[in-house]
């Protein structure tokens, strides 16, 4: 697995700093799903900072956690991630799945079209 991936619990952990702001281990704790022991959340946030996904200062004796990458910036990295590891990097197989399971639907599908549309007319306006 790529350092730049977020496990399950590492991405919930994000998200709560996301939400939350700067926090300690005591107070990401009862924010978490499955009741996470003290020591579980700690050793995360640390794995986290060495991946470089979260900053830290020291606060007393704690240390306060925020996030160091954007929630738009994580999400494009999982995005890319299972894009390539469940559908060989193939839009085209990810949004099919996503219909074929009902996952998405044609007003979702009129919308993206648009996205899609107007990115690359920006795309075309841009100074080469």
């Known amino acids: 697995m790529k ?15 996301w ?4 926090s300690t281990v005591a107070e ?9 022991a003290y020591t579980t959340v700690m050793t995360m946030l640390g794995v986290l900072f060495k991946k ?5 200062t020291q606060t007393g004796r704690a240390f306060r956690y925020r996030a160091a990458v954007s929630r738009e910036r994580a999400t494009g990295t999982a995005v890319q991630d299972l894009l390539h590891r469940v559908f060989g990097g193939s839009a085209d197989a990810l949004v099919m799945s996503l219909v074929d399971t009902k996952g998405i639907t044609a007003a979702d599908l009129d919308r993206l079209s648009k996205l899609v549309a ?4 920006a795309k075309a306006k841009e100074p080469k």
């Open 3 to 17: 350092a730049t991936t977020l496990t399950p619990l590492e991405l919930e952990i994000m998200h709560i700093l």
């Open 19 to 22: 939400d939350h702001g700067p």
């Open 52 to 56: 470089g996904k979260v900053k830290r």
């Open 118 to 121: 107007a990115s690359e007319s």
């Open 28 to 36: 990401v704790q009862p924010h978490l799903a499955g009741g996470q």
